[in-house]
């Protein structure tokens, strides 16, 4: 049998659904044929008579999936450093909202920024992303809040899977926040997303997938499942911001339309981290806001465990409240803050993110037949990737065998 490229002298945490904890295979060996990989196990497993172009000694190297972030706000207009500052001095997230702050700020920002300027603006924070084994990357639309605007941050944010060797994954967020030329009037903006903006955001491609902001200073429950309803009826898979303020039972609503995520969930109660499980909806939890915000209502990480829900992590980096573009510190927030284990860090940049992007076929662990995407790692034990903060240790990123 022959190979493109084969990677040995490896200790792999393959991250597979059917191994135990993090799927350790010491002395590992992995190999990859047009982009995909072909093996994944022990070296005294490979086929007899193997060979290959290229053959990449690791030296003891720990190798894991490539990282995936799986909720992002990546592309947008401008910075919020001065509401940042705001917070400092005591201003909550609603006053900054209310007073016209907040999500709308970015929004005049990112109205007045071309294509181009959106991607100029987004490369910088990809880039380090990147530099530390990130190789797939969903990305929100959402300060836009109307059609032009929102189709051009879509549009910039798969320019970005052009420019740069990462998969980029795109969400359409129209509704995210009020526009201001809306006064108030919210079922009336509902109406346009559905109406108007939904159907061509899909009609063009521009969107793997649809999201909303499910909360008492953004949408309703009513309002938000009339966006999933108009999602699904143009094919499109659903995820939802929820429960992040108050409990308005986001995620037994997310559970309910079968979506891919439910994210935040500082407030999401029992019945709902069950309802999750039973849909199989990824909690992806995002200690970067909640240490932004300085919230103090933990995200039910026992009940998720108790009901068997799966737990993704992600940087949701944005202009405002998580302006974060580290998976490592990610990892570190979640077992930090939320007392994650190790095993639960790492499978929620890897397995459960792919996961909570319905691309688990495609990505997320080390097993044959799914996309080579690798991070090779200078540590003596995972624990290190979890651990360490403001230290990168990634010795080499491979994305699509490359």
């Given amino acids: 049998m022959r190979f493109d490229t084969v990677w040995f002298n490896a200790r792999l945490a393959t991250l597979a659904p059917a191994a135990d904890g993090l799927g350790i295979v010491h002395d590992g060996v992995i190999a990859a044929r047009n982009g995909r990989i072909a093996f994944a196990g022990p070296v005294g497993d490979l086929p007899t008579g193997w060979d290959s172009l290229e053959k990449v000694d690791c030296e003891g190297r720990w190798v894991t999936p490539g990282l995936v972030d799986c909720h992002t706000h990546l ?3 401008g910075d919020r450093a001065a509401e940042f500052e705001m917070r400092l001095n005591g201003a909550s997230y609603e006053e900054i909202a209310r007073a016209g702050g907040g999500i709308v700020s970015t929004v005049k920002a990112t109205r007045a920024a071309s294509e181009d300027d959106l991607v100029a603006g987004a490369l910088p924070r990809l880039d380090h ?22 189709a051009r941050m879509l549009r910039a944010a798969r320019r970005l899977g052009r420019e740069r060797p990462v998969t980029v994954v795109t969400t359409f967020l129209g509704a995210h926040a009020l526009p201001p030329e809306a006064n108030g009037g919210k079922d009336a903006y509902i109406d346009m997303v559905c109406r108007e903006m939904l159907p061509v955001i899909a009609r063009e491609g521009l969107a793997d ?7 008492g200073i953004a949408f309703s429950p009513a309002q938000t499942a009339r966006v ?14 929820a429960d992040q303020l108050s409990n308005l039972h986001g995620a037994k609503l997310a559970a309910g339309f079968g979506a891919l995520s439910a994210d935040h969930l500082e407030y999401t109660d029992d019945e709902g981290a069950g309802a999750m499980a039973q849909a199989g909806t990824v909690a992806v939890l995002l200690p970067g806001a909640f240490y932004t915000l300085r919230e103090t209502q933990l995200p039910p990480v026992d009940a998720f465990r108790r ?5 993704a992590l992600a940087t949701d980096c944005n202009p405002g409240t998580s302006p974060l573009t580290s998976l490592l510190v990610a990892m570190n927030m979640g077992a930090t803050l939320f007392r994650l284990t190790v095993e639960e860090c790492i499978a929620g940049v890897t397995r459960e993110a ?13 097993e044959p037949g799914k996309a080579c995407d690798l991070a090779i790692w200078d540590i003596e034990r995972p624990a290190e990737l979890v651990y360490r903060l403001g230290f990168n240790p990634l010795h080499a990123r491979i994305w699509r065998g490359q």
């Fill in 75 to 77: 592309v947008f207009g």
């Fill in 209 to 215: 997938a649809v999201d909303a902001f499910c909360e």
């Fill in 307 to 311: 009901h068997g829900t799966r737990i």
């Fill in 354 to 366: 792919a996961r909570a992007l319905g691309k688990l076929d495609e990505i997320g662990t080390l």
């Fill in 228 to 241: 999933f309803e108009t999602a699904e009826a143009h094919g499109l898979t659903i995820k939802l911001h």
């Fill in 129 to 150: 992303l990147i530099a530390e084994g990130c190789t797939t990357i969903e990305i929100k639309s959402g300060y836009g809040l109307e059609l032009e605007t929102e």
